[in-house]
T-cell receptor
Framework: DQQVKQNSPSLSVQEGRISILNCDYT??????FLWYKKYPAEGPTFLIS?????DKNEDGRFTVFLNKSAKHLSLHIVPSQPGDSAVYFC???????????????FGKGTKLSVKP | ETGVTQSPTHLIKTRGQQVTLRCSSQ?????VSWYQQALGQGPQFIFQ???????GRGNFPPRFSGLQFPNYSSELNVNALELDDSALYLC?????????FGPGTRLTVT
């Protein structure tokens, strides 16, 4: 049973517009959430994270929102750029230290295509 | 680039054989985690090593084993390979905070 779900396998967005990637989780013990970006033939690259004690974290064009009551988080990319085209993975950890001393549980990923 | 390297890049093995994959962690990182990513799936946690000791294991059979060395590099060993073991194997290093991934080893079992 998937504990972290990314229900949209793909998303296509026009350059300059907002990209919104969604993620749902089932385990209320998760305490830390992360987004990774993956290009073909490369490993996942850490993008942004959020602790369960916050509801928003922003880093440049990337913002992650967490709704604990709905067990839902989203990644907003504004403005979207063609270089953002990649597979985005949502991951969760039961540890507040960011999962470094524990395992990360990943969703299946959403492939984002940003068209010029 | 994360500073985490993996070797080999690609590997083809026959069912029943054994394989060893290698990972060099980012400088200063004392924790290495291994993940298996099957086609169309997210990475799945295999196990983690912290200062040369296993520090957690996912739902993988005992034929998946590992080692961490004093310089914090690590090996993943898989015995009695099965066709379903075909996947991208990722290692990630960390100390505190986020895990940083290597490029992976693509294993094909025929």
């Amino acid at each position: 049973d998937q504990q972290v779900k990314q229900n949209s396998p793909s998303l296509s967005v026009q350059e300059g517009r907002i990209s919104i990637l969604n993620c749902d989780y089932t385990n209320s013990m998760f305490d830390y959430f992360l987004w990774y970006k993956k290009y073909p033939a490369e490993g996942p690259t850490f993008l942004i994270s959020i602790s369960s004690i916050k509801d928003k974290n922003e880093d440049g064009r990337f913002t992650v929102f967490l709704n604990k009551s709905a067990k839902h988080l989203s990644l907003h990319i504004v403005p979207s750029q063609p270089g953002d085209s990649a597979v985005y993975f949502c991951a969760a950890s039961p540890r507040r230290d960011g999962g470094s001393q524990g395992n990360l549980i990943f969703g299946k990923g959403t492939k984002l295509s940003v068209k010029p | 680039e994360t500073g985490v390297t993996q070797s080999p890049t690609h590997l083809i093995k026959t069912r029943g054989q054994q394989v060893t994959l290698r990972c060099s962690s980012q400088s200063g990182h004392n924790t290495v985690s291994w993940y298996q990513q099957a086609l169309g799936q997210g990475p799945q946690f295999i196990f983690q090593y912290y200062r040369e000791e296993e520090n957690g294991r996912g739902n993988f059979p005992p034929r998946f084993s590992g080692l961490q060395f004093p310089n914090y590099s690590s090996e993943l060993n898989v015995n009695a390979l099965e066709l379903d073991d075909s996947a991208l194997y990722l290692c990630a290093s960390s100390t505190s905070g986020e895990q940083y991934f290597g490029p992976g080893t693509r294993l094909t079992v025929t």
